[in-house]
């Protein structure tokens, strides 16, 4: 059985399926692994990062009526981690600089103002995590939004870009690589936003149609699911990027396919080129190419990586990953846990 004790100091309810769980307001996290439910215990953080000041957590409070304002928030956001290096007993955050132009560009899409550059937001990266002492495989979550109270909007929806607040937090979150058991996907019947409506290259906290999926997924018995785009393609999972194998190459359907520009699937693009000479192509991915790939999985900062099994049922034909899939999950967790020093240019040290 896998650890549980995770320190994960959301007081809002998440949902992840496989491997992850509910976490309620109480801190109790209730993990669903193929039809088993577990709960633990899981620990606040001490501070969070509020607009250039590393706070207490319990300071950093909002007014309740916030939450009848939410709809005017328009929350951006990433997801960073940080793994622990054991040979040098020290936390490394990944690709730190990437998930900070990223949420940059959230920022920009939402039309807020930017006060931070990426390098300053990097800088309050390794100084949260290091005020939390954090010893750990970590996740990092920053946070854009309007502030709900401020004057200035110009009209319902247009609120003034420099009411802009950004904060961000950090938990303790396993790696979950270690363990190559495959999942089982379904097709969703819920369709991926596109960017003509809630564009998914803004990370954004608009996850309602991720978590459709997910709870459609998840009550008809599968771990997890992989939705289509308005034009019937492909596109990916919630909270996730795909990737299939077919005759040796590897595929990953186009952003333009309703995809997050995932950090993760940049990662294992290169690695799948520079390292394992693998031909990988980008294109668009029809749904019953799933069904009659070699191997598949699901990619992305808080996923790692997951190996997929079958696909509405239909068995990709072996219950362990392909070589192809096994060969990146091995290459990856080396690269993120520092085993591998040739990719140490991803890696900030906290110190
Ligand atoms: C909707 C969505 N797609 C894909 C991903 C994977 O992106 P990344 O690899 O940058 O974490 C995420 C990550 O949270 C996501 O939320």
């Keep these: 059985m896998r650890t549980f004790d995770l320190t994960n100091p959301r007081s809002c309810l998440i949902l992840h399926v496989r ?10 996290l209730t993990i669903f692994e193929r ?16 607009n250039g000041e590393i706070v207490p957590w319990d300071g950093a409070t909002v007014h309740i009526t916030a939450l009848g304002s939410l709809l005017n928030v328009g929350t951006v956001g990433e997801g960073l981690r940080a793994y622990w290096n054991a040979d040098k007993r020290k936390l490394f955050v990944f690709r730190l600089r990437d998930h900070m132009e990223r949420f940059d560009d959230s920022m920009k899409l939402q039309r807020m103002d930017r006060p931070y550059t990426p390098e300053q937001l990097s800088q309050a990266v390794v100084d949260l995590l ?41 938990g303790a979150r396993p790696s979950i ?5 495959p999942i089982h996907c379904c097709v969703s019947s819920w369709t991926r936003q596109s960017d003509s409506m809630v564009p998914p290259r803004i990370k954004g906290f608009n996850y309602q149609n991720n978590r459709l999926a997910a709870w459609e997924a998840h009550i008809n018995g599968y771990d997890n699911a992989v939705l289509l785009n308005s034009t019937g393609k492909v596109s990916e ?11 040796g190459v590897v595929i990953t359907p ?8 995932s950090i993760t699937r940049r990662t294992l693009m ?44 239909y068995s990709l034909g072996t219950e362990t990953p392909g070589p192809l899939t096994e060969a990146i999950r091995r290459l990856y967790y080396d690269i993120l846990t520092g085993k591998n020093s040739q ?9």
Excluded at 177 to 181: A, I
Aim: aromatic content about 10%; overall charge negative.
């Design 177 to 181: 690589l270690p363990d190559p058991t």
């Design 19 to 28: 491997n992850m769980g509910i976490e309620d307001r109480n801190h109790r």
């Design 270 to 313: 290169e690695l799948y080129r520079n390292e394992l000479g693998a031909a990988v192509v980008e294109r668009e991915v029809d749904r019953t190419e799933l069904y009659v790939a070699d191997e598949a999985f699901l990619c992305g900062t808080g996923a790692e990586m997951k190996p997929i099994a079958s696909f509405d049922r």
């Design 237 to 247: 999972a919630p909270a996730a990027c795909l990737f299939i194998v077919r005759d």
């Design 254 to 261: 186009t952003f333009t396919s309703g995809t997050l520009e």
């Design 130 to 170: 290091k005020a939390d002492g954090l010893l750990e495989t970590s996740y990092i979550s920053p946070r854009a939004f309007f502030d709900p109270f401020a004057s200035g909007s110009a009209g319902p929806f247009v609120e003034d870009p420099a009411s802009a607040q950004v904060m961000m937090y950090a």
């Design 343 to 351: 990719y140490d240019h991803w890696l900030t040290e906290v110190s």
């Design 35 to 50: 039809g088993k439910r577990m709960t633990g215990k899981s620990s606040k953080a001490r501070h969070l990062w509020l």
